[in-house]
Structure formats: C-alpha cells, structure tokens
C-alpha cells in the first residue's frame, strides 16, 4: 500500500491528490515501509526497465501513484522473496498483461525447512546453473569469473543454493558502478571470518545433546548474524562518513 508522504498537516501532496509525483515525493511515500530505499536506487530501478515514469520537456522524472505502487511491489519482492530484478521485472509484466503468473520464489533455506514457503506460488530452494544465470541476467563467463573468485559455488550436485541468486544479483549491480568481481574478494573473506566467528560462539550449543539446545542454536545463529550485519554496515557507513538512509 501506498504510504501517505510525511509533511505538514493541512498541506496537500501529490501523492494526497493521485497526481504526479517529483523523485523525493516518491522517495518519502515508500520510505516508511523501505527505510534502505534511496533516489539512487529508484533510478537504477527505472535503468534497469522496472518503471517508466513520464519525463517533463525538461527532463525532469514525474511517477504516477502507480509507478509508485510498482516500486512498491518491486522492493517487496526483493525484501520479502529474494528474486533477482529480471525475474521480478518478468512477473510484473505479465501480471500487467493479464497473464497468470506464479511468483517464481526463490527463497533463503531456514531452519529446517525445504524453503520459505509463499502463497503466490511454489518455493525454489535449489536452483540449477541455468536458471542461476537467467535469474541473474549473466552469462557463462561472468559466472565462471564470480566462481574463481569464490563468489559463488555450487553445491556437490551442480546446483546452486538459492542465495546464490541474491548474490549474484549484488555482485551485478556493483558491475554497473565499476566494482569488479576482483575487488569483491575482501568483502568475501572478511563475511567467511565473521560467518567463522559466530559458528565458534555457537558451536557449544550446536553439540548439545539436548535437541531444544541444538534448536536454540540456530535461532542463536540468526540473531548473531543479523547483529554482525547491522554491525558491518555501521562501520562502512562511519569509514566513509555518510550515513545510509
């Protein structure tokens, strides 16, 4: 749903009367449900052929409520399923044709589960090289690259885990600011010791003869892992002295 942008009461917006809408409306009407959400990323969001707004003769971008709904669905795809932009940008399309279309999920593999289930349609929790590379909207070099790199790996049968899409759909966009697979490598190394440090603060309760302690184990994991994140993020943000929305 549309969130109504902040401002003063008694002071219409366009978002308020369903006209167009300037970039920073937009960016304040989705803000309150994606706080990450940037101008930046929505420009991607339009380069990347995910929306369409209307240029004025002077080229300034003006969206209509349903481009913003659009985004809206775009960004909660990608928080909620993990799909990479061509899947989304496909599924949308067809839903605008009037096609049936089942969201292709592709979801991250919790605890003790096949996969996150949604109701739009079936989860992958697997996905084969192909589908990785069509997902991604790359091709075998760029793969072969990610792979020597360490960025992705398959599994022992040949498929990939479903992260593997979210990766490489990260590993992409960087590509489009210059940041080579190369430079990727600290950023790989420095998530493998911080994965290496929450597995030995866990590893006791992993052992556990008691199932309920192994099970606290992994729910321990998850919370560990979201705070090393959060605490990742923080000191990039402060090493290069901006702060993320």
Do not use: C
């Amino acid at each position: 749903m549309l969130q109504t942008p902040r401002g003063g009461a008694g002071h219409g917006t366009a978002a308020e009367d369903g006209g167009p809408m300037s970039i920073g409306t937009v960016l304040n009407a989705l803000r309150d449900e994606f706080p990450e959400v940037t101008i930046s990323k929505i420009r991607f969001l339009e380069s990347e052929g995910l929306i369409e707004p209307q240029r004025t003769p002077s080229g300034y971008r003006k969206f209509s409520v349903q481009d913003v709904e659009r985004l809206g669905h775009v960004l909660r795809m990608q928080r909620d399923h993990y799909l990479p932009l061509k899947v989304i940008r496909e599924h949308l399309d067809a839903v605008e044709r009037g096609e049936a279309a089942p969201l292709p999920t592709v979801g991250r593999q919790r605890d003790g589960e096949a996969g996150v289930e949604a109701s739009e349609g079936p989860t992958v929790a697997r996905i084969g090289r192909s589908e990785l590379l069509a997902a991604a909207g790359i091709g075998e070099p760029e793969l072969a690259e990610w792979e020597s790199y360490g960025l992705v790996a398959p599994l022992e049968d040949g498929v990939y885990d479903a992260e593997a899409a979210t990766v490489a759909a990260l590993v992409a966009e960087l590509g489009r600011f210059g940041i080579e697979p190369r430079h990727l490598r600290v950023m790989k190394a420095a998530a493998d010791r911080e994965a290496g440090l929450v597995d030995q603060v866990v590893a006791p309760l992993k052992r556990h003869r008691n199932p309920q302690t192994r099970a606290h184990a992994k729910a321990r994991t998850k919370e560990i892992a979201g705070l090393t994140v959060r605490l990742h993020a923080a000191l990039v943000q402060t090493a290069l002295g901006v702060r993320l929305p």
